[in-house]
């Protein structure tokens, strides 16, 4: 697979921390993790901000930028993410951590790839996904048909919500 990746997002109109991971030239799969930062600035230590009245209160907002490439953390990056913060240590640790389980989740999947092939990890993968996305449609009693009301036009269009 290809050396790392790695995105460093805080905006909530992006996903969390995301490597794109390559095998024999094409996109195999993505690894991604998502944690509440020590603090990334915005009105109060900590950055839970519930007064916030938009998303500039809650401290810094970065769009998808590459904070890692072939492995190496760009410190331009780093340095523009943690001078946001009142705890950049601890910021910068985060960071290290989520660094970490990324690499480990690679790693785990080049291995599996080595050791099963990459058609049957692949298949693997797709059949956890469809047997989440059937269980989730199921709609257990007691869980609310409410919930279900925000999903796209076309789910429900092939018949798969029962909201």
Known sequence: MTPARLSAISDGLFDGR?????WERALFCWVTNCLHQYDIGGIPPGSFCPAARDAFDEGILIPPVKIVEGDCVRRDIEE????????????????RAQLAGNTTARDRV???????????????????????ERAFYRCPAGFSPILL?????????RGRARA
């Open 110 to 132: 080049v291995a599996l790839i080595r050791r099963y092939g990459a058609g049957a990890v692949k298949a693997v993968m797709k059949r956890i996904l469809d047997n989440g």
């Open 149 to 157: 009301s925000g999903l796209r036009a076309s789910d429900r269009e």
């Open 18 to 22: 995301n490597k794109p991971y390559v």
């Open 80 to 95: 523009l993410y943690l001078r946001a913060s009142r705890k950049p240590a601890a910021v910068a640790l985060d960071f």
